[in-house]
């Protein structure tokens, strides 16, 4: 008794007996987690499906190649994930033969075409679960080789090949060549070997995902298409276009897609190129310096101008688009147009014809004209160029002025003191005789001939003036004094006549002057506005700052200056006035010219404006 007493375990050593079975346990656990963590690396790297299914038809494993294909689907049903069903389909059934330990391999085929032969081994898991280990080896390839096969034997294969427009057949959702023509060959360079088995996106063909998916969905839509283009790449990167027409058809009961291409690489490259053509000439025609008018020949319509065309008119493209020449009155005179264009219809070609247009508000502007005939399209358009000469003109005039001034100029400073020698001589003598008593019944007469030569020398005073030689001082000085220290005589003389005198001073800053002769140009421009009004009127003179240029200006209310003589104002003795010289003008334009400033005018029926413009400082 005492002996088997002794023979019981005391705690201390059921607690070190627990605790090495406890170690001996982990350990052996560890072992297996081991060997698992071992088999689910290499099932991992297996280029199959590899999954394990549970009782209830949930997925609890799988590879990563399974992952790659259909994500993780961890915990869902296989039958939703390969056939997107609610209920078990007939491979799942079978799992009831499969948990009495038999293995069994089949075929199945997922919605998207694919195909792959199975291999299910049932298995105890760790917690006593009976599960399947599934391994899928995709066969589509095979199948697809087996299917071109079967396709090469019959008729259409023949056709198939012998069409000279590149065929395929793919696949229908997934994309993979089953077959491609000898033309598809040629025009992809893709040897056939390439092709099958692979996707468009494998290749490269497509330029992006997003072209097929668009592609499938049009043809998902209507069951097929006709002509539709699409950019393919060949294998030497060569960027083809083509207009593609697809039916669906069956090949062993799985949907495909029959593919045939129309090669429209040469047009779309021709259209191309044209389109870049008429950009160009866009881009010319509109940044043209050059006023340009496309008119239709047939109906005289203007199609389209350049950007100076409307810049120079001032009309707005709206305005003139379907509009003629004649609509618009642009020609200042349409009679010498008509000569023109009889010419032009003679030869098709008009060139260097110099003649006026009227802008939207009304001035006219010289331009230089040229009419060509152009063909687009078979129909006959006239491209007519205008340069605007307005401005070559006008200092084409101001020069002939300023020769004519120069040579009077130097006339005057070679004659005018030998002129007004003797006639000072003369005056003397006529006004000593005048005073004798045997001449006193002719004193009318002396004094009408002391007259006439008291105008002559006043002429050559005037015609001396104009010496290109005369020595001025200039000196920073504001037009505004200068105005208003002459104002006074002015308003005198507006008084006498009946006349108003206003100024208008816009402060502007000193430019370089000759204040003498500056008095002078104000005292002859204002009695030739005053001249020019009728009692009543107002003559204006103001002083500004207008584009970047210090402006004296004299405004009457006059009729404006005769059209017929606008071309020759300024000339020495072309005058309209019953007792003019003519000097008045010629001689403000004398002093313009020693200032460095420009003398220019503007006229109409309700007065004239002279402007003279003066560079500001630096």
């Known amino acids: 008794m005492i002996s088997n007493l002794m023979n019981i375990p005391t705690a201390k050593q059921l607690e070190l007996d627990l605790n090495i079975s406890r170690i001996e346990l982990e350990q052996k656990i560890e072992d297996c987690s081991t060997e698992r963590a071992s088999l689910f690396s290499v099932l991992d790297k297996l280029p199959a499906l ?14 990563r190649y399974f992952q790659e294909r259909f994500g993780s689907p961890t915990d869902k049903p296989c039958y939703l994930i390969f056939h997107g069903r609610t209920t078990p389909c ?11 330990g038999n293995c069994q391999t089949w075929v199945g085929h997922l919605d998207n075409g694919d195909s792959y032969e199975y291999y299910d081994y049932p298995f105890i898991d760790t917690d006593g679960t009976e599960m399947v280990l599934k391994f899928g080896i995709d066969i589509t390839r095979r199948n697809l080789a087996e299917a071109a096969w079967r396709l090469s034997e019959n008729k259409f294969y023949k056709a198939f090949q012998c069409n000279p427009e590149p065929i395929t057949i793919t696949t229908l959702e997934s994309g993979y060549y089953v077959e491609v023509n000898d033309a598809w060959v040629e025009d992809c360079g893709y ?22 998916m668009l592609f499938l969905k049009e043809i998902l839509k209507n069951g097929s298409v006709h002509n539709y283009e ?7 990167s060569e960027l083809n276009y083509y207009l593609v027409s697809a039916e669906i058809i069956d090949m062993n009961d799985q949907p495909h897609l029959l593919c045939v291409h129309k090669n429209v690489t040469k047009r779309k490259r021709t259209e191309l190129a044209l389109r ?12 043209s310096p050059v006023m340009l008018a496309l008119i239709d020949e047939e109906n005289s319509k203007i199609l389209d101008v350049s950007d100076e065309w409307l810049n120079v008119t001032g009309y707005d493209k709206e305005q003139i688009m379907g509009q003629t020449i004649r609509d ?9 147009m008509e000569e023109y264009m009889h010419r032009y219809k003679e030869i098709d070609k008009l060139e260097n014809v110099e003649i006026g247009i009227i802008t939207k508000s009304g001035d006219i502007r010289q331009t230089l004209v040229n009419i060509q005939k152009v063909f687009v399209d078979g129909v006959a358009y006239h491209l007519t160029a205008c340069i605007d000469i307005t401005e070559q003109k006008r200092i084409e005039q101001e020069m ?5 001034l120069n040579l009077i100029g130097e006339m005057a400073a070679s004659i005018g003191h030998e002129i007004r020698n003797p006639m000072t001589a003369v005056r003397g003598f006529l006004q000593m005789l005048s005073e004798q008593d045997y001449y006193k019944k002719d004193k009318i007469y002396f004094d009408l001939m002391l007259e006439e030569l008291d105008r002559a020398n006043g002429i050559i005073s005037e015609y001396l003036s104009m010496a290109r030689d005369k020595t001025i001082y200039l000196q920073p000085k504001y037009l505004d004094q200068v105005v208003k220290t002459i104002y006074p005589m002015l308003e005198a003389d507006a008084n006498y006549q009946g006349m108003n005198i206003k100024l208008d001073l816009g402060k502007p800053p000193m430019p370089l002057i000759d204040e003498k002769e500056i008095r002078q140009m104000i005292l002859n421009l204002a009695r030739n506005g005053m001249e020019a009004m009728e009692p009543g009127g107002t003559l204006t003179i103001g002083t500004m700052i207008e584009k970047n240029e210090i402006v004296l200006f004299v405004k009457d209310e006059g009729t404006g200056v005769d059209p017929k003589i606008q071309d020759k104002i300024g000339t020495p003795f072309l005058t309209t006035k019953i007792k003019g010289t003519g000097l008045g003008l010629a001689v403000c334009y004398s002093i313009a010219a020693r200032h460095q400033a420009k003398l220019e005018y503007e006229t109409n029926s309700n007065g004239t404006t002279f402007k003279l413009r003066f560079p500001q400082p630096d």
Do not use: M
């Not at 699409?230 to 030497?236: A, F, G, I």
């Not at 618009?328 to 010498?336: E, R, T, V």
């Open 191 to 212: 040897e056939r070997s390439e092709a099958i088995g692979k996707t468009g996106l494998d290749l490269r063909i497509w330029l992006s995902p997003t072209d097929r």
């Open 400 to 404: 002939a002025r300023l020769d004519r």
């Open 90 to 100: 007939v491979p799942c059934q079978s799992f009831e033969v499969l948990k009495k």
């Open 50 to 63: 590899v999954y394990i299914v549970a009782p209830d038809y949930t997925i609890r494993y799988t590879n």
């Open 230 to 236: 699409l950019e393919y790449r060949t294998k030497s």
């Open 276 to 287: 870049q053509s008429e950009e160009k000439f866009s881009k010319v025609f509109h940044g």
């Open 328 to 336: 618009l009155n642009l020609w200042a005179d349409p009679l010498i």
